[in-house]
């Protein structure tokens, strides 16, 4: 079952049917064009299917407003919801003005606990 792709910016992981698992690399800083190619492997991962990615953002540096604002329409129709696994200091406030600012067209929560982001996908997945 689990598939994995490279992204500019990290690991994607496909972890159960329609969970993708994003590991973003330590100190990275996101651009548009990274976003762009990460909507792309989500597509390429959820194979049409509707998905929930759970993005690992604990070590993200920075993204630009490009970066959020192109991750705010989310992946290609197959992208349900997203959930921000965050630390409790930078990440959870990038993570906050993501949501506050960028307004994204799907569910977006954020989590300090993998295994309760998962947990999330899934409920969200069985509605």
């Known amino acids: 079952m689990e598939q994995v792709r490279q992204t500019p910016i990290g690991e994607m992981r496909l972890v159960a049917p ?8 330590e100190g990275i800083s996101v ?6 190619r990460v909507k792309e492997v989500t597509e390429e991962l959820a194979a049409g ?12 540096a920075f993204a630009n407003r ?14 349900i919801g997203t959930a921000l696994l965050t ?5 959870e406030t990038l993570a906050g003005l993501f949501k506050r600012f960028s307004e994204p067209a799907r569910p977006v929560e954020l ?8 947990a999330w996908a899934e409920s969200l997945l069985a509605e």
């Open 18 to 25: 329609g969970v993708i698992v994003h590991r973003l690399m």
């Open 31 to 36: 651009t548009a064009a990274d976003a762009n």
């Open 49 to 60: 299917e509707p998905s929930v990615v759970v993005v690992d953002m604990r070590g993200v």
């Open 66 to 79: 490009d970066a959020r604002d192109s991750f705010s329409e989310g992946a290609g129709g197959v992208e």
């Open 87 to 91: 630390d409790k200091g930078f990440g």
């Open 111 to 118: 989590f300090h606990s993998e295994a309760e982001a998962i």
